[in-house]
């Protein structure tokens, strides 16, 4: 199957510094990425389709201006947390689809960033 | 509105024996993709199975099947000969299609805990 990496997997800063994670498709070219936030016990939460070449596109209530996202190559994406604070303490996973006509459509997904902001 | 359903926070089951995950769906979108997917404690999400809208038959993967019942809107996962392992967290999530963006989102999730 397709392979994602992500890094770090995980992270401690302080309040009001910024984080970079990097999202990577390995072995195959990934033109939409998708990042998702989990809290403790809870769902996967989709932030914002990062597209190669464009804006990423937000859902609603996640301010983009917080969570900026880069998708600057067919197999990097990044996404920054900006001036963290203790709220913004999660684990972010992104993921990614093969192109279409291989697979099923599924996600595959990095490992996954906990960050922790103190 | 909820779009994905998944009524059982917790659930038990003996080892060897089989287990039915539930999960309910909500679109309007004629084409559609359902998956399942497992979270153990590491936190990695692992793709379990796939049934597309249109698929006649149940999909299969191993001891995974999900019994899709289209006019139920409900995909529940059915997990054969529970093993020690398969203790974890499982997700249904759906894809709609252009209504929905080609977006994937998931369900509350389910924890199996496969007792010894």
Known sequence: GAVVSQHPSRVICKSGTSVKIECRSLD??????????????????????????????????????????????????????????????????????????????????????????? | AQKITQTQPGMFVQEKEAVTLDCTYDTSDPSYGLFWYKQPSSGEMIFLIYQGSYDQQNATEGRYSLNFQKARKSANLVISASQLGDSAMYFCAMREGIAGGFKTIFGAGTRLFVKA
């Open chain 1, 28 to 118: 195959f070219q990934a033109t939409t990425m998708f990042w998702y936030r989990q809290f403790p016990k809870q769902s996967l939460m989709l932030m914002a389709t990062s597209n190669e070449g464009s804006k990423a596109t937000y859902e609603q209530g996640v301010e983009k201006d917080k969570f900026l996202i880069n998708h600057a190559s067919l197999t990097l994406s990044t996404l920054t947390v900006t001036s963290a604070h203790p709220e913004d303490s999660s684990f972010y996973i992104c993921s990614a689809r093969t192109p279409p006509g291989s697979g099923a459509g599924e996600l595959f997904f990095g490992e996954g960033s906990r960050l922790t902001v103190l």
